[in-house]
């Protein structure tokens, strides 16, 4: 299927343990980027990612890392679960930066809701 | 710091009506403004981009505004339908940033 895919949809998982949330890509996108979304909050990037092997940190990188060895995959792990990192978590693609150009714009995946116990 | 608000957090207005959701920012150094809806538990869909150099952008029952010397962008939906529910959120572009700023949503019901 065409667009943006995020796996799982649904992770439980306990304190302490390391886990990795897919992101995968069928437009060739240069850029993707990670957010997280938690009421209060709104919606705040964790890391984006300008080509294969190129990434850079957002607004609240700690406690997670990324890696992207194919433009169409960016995978997050975060490396020692905390409670405070249950939230739901958002990929997102597009051609260039948002700030960048005129029309860059910004396409979501579904999102994957993570509970850690 | 870019700071969006979108006021009000919640809108219900009944089924057939023309309504408007508001967006403000606070820095007009921007590079393009988003809309996007949101259903509850699903993905953020992309509604509308309006380019800096634009004024508006339409597509089908939606037109989006911008006026950024005022710090203000609306989103105009005409001949509201049930379907119309969802969360309405305005994120902005910013020279220089590599990230876009959302504001926190406006939530909007539309009543059979």
């Known amino acids: 299927d065409a667009g943006i895919t995020q796996s799982p949809r649904y992770k439980i998982t306990e304190t302490g343990r390391q886990v990795t949330l897919m992101c995968h890509q069928t437009w060739s996108h240069s850029y993707m980027f990670w957010y997280r979304q938690d009421l209060g909050h709104g919606l705040r990037l964790i890391y984006y990612?300008?080509?294969?092997?190129?990434?850079d940190k957002g607004e609240v990188p700690d406690g997670y890392v990324v890696s992207r060895s194919k433009t169409e995959n960016f995978p997050l792990t975060l490396e020692s679960a905390t409670r405070s990192q249950t939230s739901v978590y958002f990929c997102?693609?597009?051609?260039?930066?948002?700030?960048?150009?005129?029309?860059?714009?910004?396409?979501f995946g579904p999102g994957t809701r993570l509970t850690v116990l | 710091k870019q700071e969006v608000t979108q006021i009000p957090a919640a809108l219900s207005v009944p089924e057939g009506e023309n309504l408007v959701l508001n967006c403000s920012f606070t820095d007009s150094a921007i590079y393009n403004l988003q809309w996007f809806r949101q259903d509850p538990g699903k993905g953020l869909t992309s509604l509308l981009l309006?380019?800096?150099?634009?004024r508006e952008q339409t597509s089908g029952r939606l037109n989006a505004s911008l006026d950024k010397s005022s710090g203000r962008s609306t989103l105009y939906i005409a001949a509201s339908q049930p379907g119309d529910s969802a969360t309405y959120l305005c994120?902005?572009?910013?020279?220089?940033?590599?990230?876009?700023?959302f504001g926190t949503g406006t939530r909007l019901t539309i009543i059979p």
């Open positions: 997102a693609s597009s051609e260039g930066l948002a700030g960048a150009g005129p029309y860059n714009e910004q396409f």
């Open positions: 309006i380019q800096s150099s634009q």
């Open positions: 990612s300008a080509a294969a092997d190129i990434t």
């Open positions: 994120a902005v572009g910013v020279l220089g940033n590599e990230k876009l700023t």
